[in-house]
Structures are given as C-alpha cells and as structure tokens.
C-alpha cells in the first residue's frame, strides 16, 4: 500500500500491483477497485467482503485507468488523482509519465492528464512522482517528475521548469534527471518545489511573479546522500513546514519557519525510553494529526513527535506500545517488526497504515 486519502466515508488506497482500493469505512467493504483491465464484475453485487473480493476479483475485465502505476493519490475539486511514480521512493527506475484521474462527482470513468509537449526538448515527460495544486485556481497545478517540474493551466499543460530556466538542479547520478520529489502552495502563493537525489541544498521557492529562490540550507551536514525528499506539508497548528528526506544512509525529518528561516533537523529518533528508534533503510510522509503530533511511518513501526515535544524543541518521539496481555506489565512497539509506507489520518483520529507485504 503506498497512499492512503480519506474522503468522507471512503478510504482510496493505492496498492503496489492491485491498482487502488475504495473501501466504505462504515461497513467495512471494498465498493470498488480500480485496475487496468480489471474491474469488480459487473452483477448485482453493489458492494463486497474482502473475501468475496479475493474470490472474485479476477472474473471480469471491463475498463479501468490506462495502467496499473499508482504511487501518491491526490484530492482536488473533488477529483482523485494518482501519480504513476515508483514505491519504493524515485529509484532510478523510469517509466513514462503519466496522471490518472477520475471525477468523483460524475461517472467514475479514469482519464490521464494530458502530456506536456516538448518538441524540441532534450529531456521528456518521466516517471510523475508528486502533484500541487494552486489555492485560487483549481484548474492550475503542478506535477513533479524525474525530469523537472510541469505546470498545468485551465487543466493543459503550459510550461516546464529544470536547470535552464529555474533554480532547480540536475541530479549528480545522471545529468539528465532533475528530481522533483515534493512539491506545496504556503499561504503567500509561493510553490515549494524540492529537489531529491544528492542535492545538499534542496529547498527551491517560486513566488507568485514566478521568481525562484534556492533556500541556503543544508539537508544533510555530513554531506552522505539525500534521496527522496518526501510529503512536505504545512503544519494547521505550529504553522511549520515539515518534511522527510528518505535516505538509504541516514533518514530525516526537517520542521521549516517560514518566518525566521530557520531549518531544525531531527537527524535521530530516540523514543521515550531513551533507545535509538532505526529508521532505516527509508522512511516516507510525515503526517499530522488533529492535535498537532507529527506521525512518520518507520522501519520500526509508527512513531510520532507530540506537539507539546516541538513546542519545547524536545527531540524525543513516541513509540505506541500495545500490552502483552499476558500478566506482565511489558509491551511491545506497535507493528515493532513491519515496513510501513504510509500513514493517514481520518476525521475520528484513526490512523490507517499501509505497508510494504503486510496489507
């Protein structure tokens, strides 16, 4: 499972080879799953049980998006939209670029965001790995690939951006490849784009007038390899960006103000009973939930740094434990032992976690 969004009663899940998943979290059945080729038979059947899915899902092949590469889903003007990017973080794998989508207003028919021209280019349109949309507009977003970023005007592609005509950088792997691993709107209309893949400063800005800044702050002090530069997202009640760079050597979690320019870095994840969380080889999005704790799917099972931790710049985290329930008072970390990709959080609190061969 690599992504995760809540909609009202629906919860969209992307899978690795099943294509994404609607599921009503009231009754807990599977409405819908959306596949190329591969679709829930068309009978009388309006919903079904996970069993009934497991039984039936290969009887029927109507239509379905253009292919089976989910990566990141996103919410827009009641929209769903689904990269095609790889899941285990922007590797150097690549694919050709491609947008699903699907109005969840209408017939629920997939389509694909139409790709950029680029006659006369030198680079193309590779593997899409994250999306933005503008605030004031919902037919102007962007996407970030493997191979820059590309803006979208009334739904149509309008210009691209890498090395030539902006502050971003090429990738020190391959020359050819400007990574754009994350991408967000503040609230001043100024696009956040970062760049991933061994760049040490990789935090770029464009203000609304489309001037571009490259924010002087190094990601990674000892200078090892940055990777993904995953989820970034501003905080509703510190009002800090946040963000993680997934690196095979040494993850990190990053807290931005905006208003001070000043970067804290949470290089280490020690938990509450004094032990080195080992976040490696890679962790993803970081999350907030309601009450302002930052969650971040690990190695080692979710952790979170609570709100009160960041208001006082306590670097400690919090591993939840479940009881043995066996008439000890020991516990273990909650999913200690399993790959997460993703954490989500719904309406009630809940935390939805997808993961690498768990389900």
């Known amino acids: 499972i690599t992504d995760i969004r809540i909609n009202g009663k629906y919860a969209y899940l992307t899978t690795k080879e099943l294509g994404t998943l609607k599921i009503n979290t009231l009754n807990n059945t599977i409405e819908e799953t959306y596949t190329h080729g591969e679709t829930i038979p068309d009978d009388e059947r309006t919903t079904m049980t996970i069993d009934e899915y497991k039984a039936l899902s290969g009887d029927a092949k109507p239509e379905g998006p253009s292919d089976n590469n989910f990566f990141r889903l996103y919410l827009n003007n009641r929209k769903l939209?689904?990269?095609?990017?790889?899941?285990?973080?922007?590797?150097?794998?690549?694919?050709?670029?491609v947008v699903h989508y699907i109005n969840l207003d209408e017939d629920l028919t997939w389509s694909d965001v139409p790709s950029p021209d680029l006659t006369g280019k030198d680079?193309?349109?590779?593997?899409?790995?994250?999306?933005?949309?503008?605030?004031?507009?919902?037919?102007?977003?962007?996407?970030?690939?493997?191979?820059?970023?590309?803006?979208?005007?009334?739904?149509s592609f309008y210009k691209s951006y890498n090395l030539e005509n902006s502050?971003?950088?090429?990738?020190?792997?391959?020359p050819k490849r400007t990574y754009i691993t994350s991408v967000?709107?503040?609230?001043?209309?100024?696009?956040?784009?970062?760049?991933?893949?061994?760049?040490?400063?990789?935090?770029?800005?464009?203000?609304?007038?489309?001037i571009w800044e490259?924010?002087?702050?190094?990601?990674?002090?000892?200078?090892?390899?940055?990777?993904?530069?995953?989820?970034a997202f501003i905080s509703k009640k510190n009002g800090l960006m946040w963000f993680a760079n997934s690196n095979w050597d040494r993850s990190g979690l990053y807290s931005y103000d905006m208003d001070t320019d000043i970067l804290t870095s949470y290089p280490d994840f020690i938990n509450q009973d004094g032990q080195l969380i080992n976040t490696n080889p890679y962790f993803f999005r970081p999350v907030e939930d309601a009450d302002g704790n930052i969650w971040i799917p690990t190695s080692n099972g979710p952790v979170y740094i609570s709100a009160e931790n960041i208001e006082k710049r306590n670097k400690i985290f919090t591993q939840p434990k479940i009881n043995r329930d066996d008439d000890t008072d020991?516990?273990?970390?909650?999913?200690?032992e399993v790959y997460r990709y993703v954490i989500a959080i719904d309406k009630a609190q809940r935390k939805w976690i997808g993961t690498k061969d768990a389900g």
């Open 330 to 336: 020991l516990a273990h970390y909650l999913l200690g």
């Open 214 to 231: 490259t924010l002087n702050h190094k990601t990674n002090e000892k200078n090892t390899q940055n990777r993904s530069f995953e989820g």
């Open 81 to 97: 939209y689904a990269t095609n990017g790889i899941a285990d973080g922007p590797t150097l794998i690549a694919r050709p670029a």
């Open 167 to 174: 502050t971003l950088t090429s990738s020190n792997l391959d």
């Open 123 to 155: 680079y193309d349109f590779n593997t899409a790995l994250c999306m933005a949309f503008d605030p004031s507009d919902v037919s102007h977003f962007f996407i970030g690939a493997k191979t820059g970023l590309f803006e979208y005007r009334n739904d």
């Open 184 to 210: 967000l709107y503040d609230n001043r209309q100024n696009l956040w784009v970062f760049n991933g893949f061994f760049n040490m400063l990789p935090m770029n800005k464009m203000d609304a007038n489309g």
